[in-house]
């Protein structure tokens, strides 16, 4: 495993985290990354999705305008700053190497994933 996310933990409702993720071994392409997320008994849902190309992020409906995907010049660590989290943002967190230059949600259009993160955000 070439990425590694950390920065989870447990918050409040109202509160704020902010992940990182890693890449140990020049696993980021030269596309873009992703988070993503897992709640217990759910599927893998996508968080948001960042192109290095000009740096645009874009967000799942659920966490625009909370969430912020960023990442570093050096293009070796990503970030999600998370604000206002809701008991409902409660998942184990994960970053994936985009494979595609397009703008995309399908969790098919990722790899590389690293091991997640546990956010847990009590109400």
């Known amino acids: 495993v070439q990425l590694q996310a950390s920065g989870g933990g447990l918050v409040q409702a109202g509160g704020s985290l902010r992940l990182s993720c890693a890449d140990s071994?020049?696993?980021?392409?030269?596309?873009?990354m992703g988070w993503f997320r897992q709640a217990p008994g759910k599927e893998c849902e996508f968080v948001a999705g960042?192109?290095?190309?000009?740096?645009?992020?874009y967000y799942a409906d659920s966490v625009k305008g909370r969430f912020t995907m960023s990442g570093d010049n050096a293009k070796t660590t990503v970030y999600l700053q998370m604000n206002s989290l809701k008991p409902e943002d409660t998942a184990v967190y994960y970053c994936?190497?985009?494979?595609?230059?397009?703008?995309?949600?399908?969790?098919?259009?990722?790899?590389?994933w690293g091991q997640g993160t546990q956010v847990t955000v009590s109400s």
């Open positions: 071994g020049r696993t980021f392409s030269r596309y873009g």
């Open positions: 960042m192109n290095w190309n000009g740096g645009r992020s």
């Open positions: 994936a190497v985009k494979s595609i230059p397009t703008p995309t949600m399908a969790i098919s259009a990722f790899h590389s």
